[in-house]
């Protein structure tokens, strides 16, 4: 089941339970572009990240949906629709190639059936992703361009140095026009932070980063 037995929300619940998502997943690989589930889509279950990365958008409009996070290694979703039987209220796409853990609905309820006790390793999961949410709009509201691109770099180069993203998809990130973002890129550049290649940014020296993460 490695990475996501040392990484992310697993890391954090019973040995019990563990061995159990480990018995009852199922891997699935998507190719960069591939839909593993659209927003209005019944829910088949969650799924957890163990290579790769995905695209997280919300249809906020009609023309065009909103890109909200790019999630890394150790980041699971699906449980908001699994656990209230109400349809995808996001769209979820690999944004490399990737590989996910699946666990179908069918296996989980079946489980919770017989131990219902691991609701509480659930409702943990659901803590997580509503944490994550509070902190994404808190930041959006209150810290700089640039203490919020630091953030962003901090957290995709969480498990890796090189991130595989764009400087356009970066600006979708982090909700900011295509120009502001470069520039910020450019500036961080410059003092040694990151560097920037074709479809990737390395970061150099976090501190940097981190010295800039709560600026408001």
Same mark, same amino acid.
């Given at each position: 089941?490695?990475?996501?037995? /040392? ?76 656990? +209230? ?20 609905? /069918? *296996? ?17 999961? $659901? ?10 709009? $808190? ?19 969480? +498990? ?20 502001? $973002?470069?520039?910020?890129? *450019? ?23 981190? /010295? ?5």
């Amino acid at each position: 089941m490695a990475p996501l037995d /040392s990484v992310g929300w697993l890391t954090t619940q019973p040995k019990e339970f563990c061995e159990w998502v480990e018995r009852a997943g199922r891997w699935r690989t998507y190719d960069p572009g591939q839909f593993i589930y659209h927003a209005g889509d019944p829910s088949d279950g969650i799924y957890g990240l163990a290579e790769g990365s995905l695209r997280v958008t919300f249809p906020l409009t009609a023309k065009e949906a909103v890109v909200i996070h790019r999630a890394e290694i150790g980041f699971w979703v699906g449980d908001n629709a699994e656990f +209230t039987g109400r349809s995808r209220l996001i769209s979820l796409m690999a944004g490399t190639k990737s590989r996910l853990l699946h666990l179908p609905s /069918s *296996a989980i309820s079946a489980h919770l059936n017989d131990v219902p006790d691991h609701w509480r390793c659930f409702y943990f999961l $659901s803590a997580i992703n509503t944490a994550a949410a509070i902190v994404h709009l $808190s930041e959006a509201l209150s810290l700089t361009v640039r203490a919020r691109m630091c953030r962003q770099l901090l957290r995709l180069a969480t +498990t890796t140095q090189e991130v595989e993203i764009t400087q356009d998809e970066l600006a979708e990130l982090i909700g900011v026009t295509r120009a502001t $973002s470069r520039r910020c890129l *450019a500036d961080l550049a410059d003092q040694g932070a990151i560097e920037i290649f074709y479809r990737k940014v390395r970061v150099l020296d976090a501190d940097v980063l981190q /010295s800039y993460e709560d600026e408001q």
